[in-house]
């Protein structure tokens, strides 16, 4: 289950050992001040939400996403798990244009997050 950690000045989603094997990439790291919005979704398998191709990762459609989603000039990193809702976080630099995870536990650390965006 991806979970993400504020750490001071810089969040970081922290997986699982299984989804750390399928992203076939590290966990992403990012500061806070270079998040740029924080919004929750409904649901994360529409093509609002999913753009680009997987590569590298793992993928079943409707199943499991987890690894980079690469557009023409941009990626992101995923981590999406059947039909529930999620989150999607945009960054005005970094390696990725976007995180997009499912929401599994609390919303604590992204309503801090909302809180110093506001």
């Known amino acids: 289950m991806a979970i993400l950690v504020i750490d001071g000045e810089q969040i970081r989603l922290k997986l699982s050992p299984l989804e750390q094997l399928g992203a076939i990439w590290p966990a992403p790291t990012a500061m806070i001040d270079q ?8 649901s994360l398998w529409t093509t609002e939400a999913m753009q680009g191709v997987r590569a590298p ?3 079943f459609p409707y199943v499991v996403m987890i690894g980079v989603m690469r557009r023409l000039k941009t990626k992101d990193f995923c ?3 059947r039909k529930k809702p999620g ?3 945009t960054f005005s630099s970094g390696p990725f244009q976007r995180w997009i ?4 536990g609390s919303r604590h650390a992204e309503e801090q997050i909302l ?3 506001a």
Request: proline content about 0%; cysteine-free; charged content about 25%.
């Open 79 to 81: 981590v999406i798990k």
């Open 115 to 117: 809180a110093k965006l």
């Open 101 to 104: 995870y499912t929401l599994e």
């Open 35 to 42: 998040v740029q919005s924080l919004e929750f979704k409904e």
């Open 87 to 89: 989150v999607i976080i």
């Open 57 to 59: 990762g793992t993928g």
